[in-house]
């Protein structure tokens, strides 16, 4: 072998052993993980709104053409009623009904929520949907507000 032939294989053998024993090139960098989704919010209730004495209405929204509200009424700093969906009759997962309360002239006087979770039966047994609807309770914070009529809106309604 002649001495130019051993200076290379000497220098591929140089190579490949650097090449072997160095620090693995970095990986590709993974993907920044997607943004969490800013939390749901809804609009605020009017300060002030043209109402009756008494009054409690539904305020147009998205889901308002799939519900029905039966026996509203106020008592007190309360407002109670049931809603039924009218489009199906399947359970309802998730509904959130809140309620602006106003006085005697239409100004905001406080606020409440009703939150309902459909959850699976304790016993095991199949769950039925009722066709009865929801009863439901909203109560104004501040409760010593003087509460003369309320405006209930619908931001969650998932039902399967």
Do not use: Q, W
Not at 2 to 28: E, H
Not at 139 to 155: E, N, R
């Amino acid at each position: 072998m002649s001495k130019r032939a051993g200076v290379l294989i000497v220098g591929v053998f140089a190579v490949l052993v650097a090449g072997c024993s160095s620090s693995p090139r970095p990986a590709t960098p993974a993907p920044a993980p997607a943004p969490i989704a800013a939390p749901r919010t809804t609009e605020p209730p009017a300060t002030a709104v043209s109402v009756a004495p008494g009054e409690v209405r539904l305020s147009p929204g998205p889901f308002t053409d799939r519900v029905r509200l039966t026996g509203t009424r106020l008592d007190g700093p309360s407002v109670h009623g049931t809603l039924a969906i009218t489009t199906d009759v399947s359970d309802v997962l998730a509904l959130e009904v809140h309620a602006a309360f106003y006085d005697a002239t239409g100004h905001l006087v406080g606020a409440g929520t009703f939150e309902h979770a459909d959850e699976e039966p304790v016993a095991g047994g199949p769950h039925i949907p009722s066709n009865d609807g929801i009863p439901f309770t909203i109560t104004a914070t501040p409760v010593d507000a003087t509460v003369a009529a309320a405006v209930l809106s619908i931001p969650v309604l998932v039902n399967e």
